[in-house]
T-cell receptor
């Protein structure tokens, strides 16, 4: 597609349920990032993928959070046993890798707004 | 902890005035970027400045970088109501593409 696509755009769930968020990056972008943004706050880094591997998972807040990327394209972020403090906007971004001038410019999706009741 | 801290946290100006936002960071960087976020949307890349550059322009945007002070500034000249948004600096450090975002400056331009 033309841009980074995230789905769903909004998700309301009950405390304790599992949720799965999806990110479809720009075609050809090998780097993919997940961030979390609480209301009115900055971006909290969660995880970074280069291809299918995740060299940096340091931002995942707990073992309830996991992410995978298959085929070097689509990524899913899974939150198990959701808690109210998980409520936030989850943003995905992708970037080219190895192209000097464009390297590290991140292209963001519109985000998934997660509300845990 | 945040690598980048923007200042001020919020800024309100009249249309036509200039807006200046500052970003300070803690460790050596490869490059620094500025992004804009409209309410309820994803971030949009504005400009990238490399660690060996001191100033860069793009339209009404002017970015400076002072690596000795570990700081950067974003100047928006002749502001417009449409410039109302949050602005974030982001720094790239290390050997792989990890970019760390600051806390953001919320800019309001009053028509």
């Amino acid at each position: 597609g033309a841009g980074v696509s995230q789905s769903p755009s909004n998700k309301v769930t009950e405390k304790g349920k599992d949720v799965e968020l999806r990110c479809d990056p720009i075609s050809g972008h090998t780097a993919l990032y997940w961030y979390r943004q609480s209301l009115g706050q900055g971006l909290e880094f969660l995880i970074y993928f280069q291809g299918n591997s995740a060299p940096d998972k340091s931002g995942l807040p707990s073992d309830r959070f996991s992410a995978e990327r298959t085929g070097g394209s689509v990524s899913t972020l899974t939150i198990q046993r959701t808690q109210q403090e998980d409520s936030a906007v989850y943003l995905c971004a992708s970037s080219l890798s190895g192209v000097a001038l464009a390297k590290n410019i991140q292209y963001f999706g519109a985000g998934t707004r997660l509300s845990v009741l | 902890s945040q690598q980048g801290e923007e200042d001020p946290q919020a800024l309100s100006i009249q249309e036509g005035e200039n807006a200046t936002m500052n970003c300070s960071y803690k460790t050596s960087i490869n490059n620094l970027q500025w992004y804009r976020q409209n309410s309820g949307r994803g971030l949009v890349h504005l400009i990238l400045i490399r660690s060996n550059e001191r100033e860069k322009h793009s339209g009404r945007l002017r970015v400076t970088l002072d690596t000795s002070k570990k700081s950067s500034s974003l100047l928006i000249t002749a502001s417009r109501a449409a410039d109302t948004a949050s602005y974030f600096c982001a720094t790239e450090t290390g050997g792989y593409q990890k970019v760390t975002f600051g806390t953001g400056t919320k800019l309001q331009v009053i028509p």
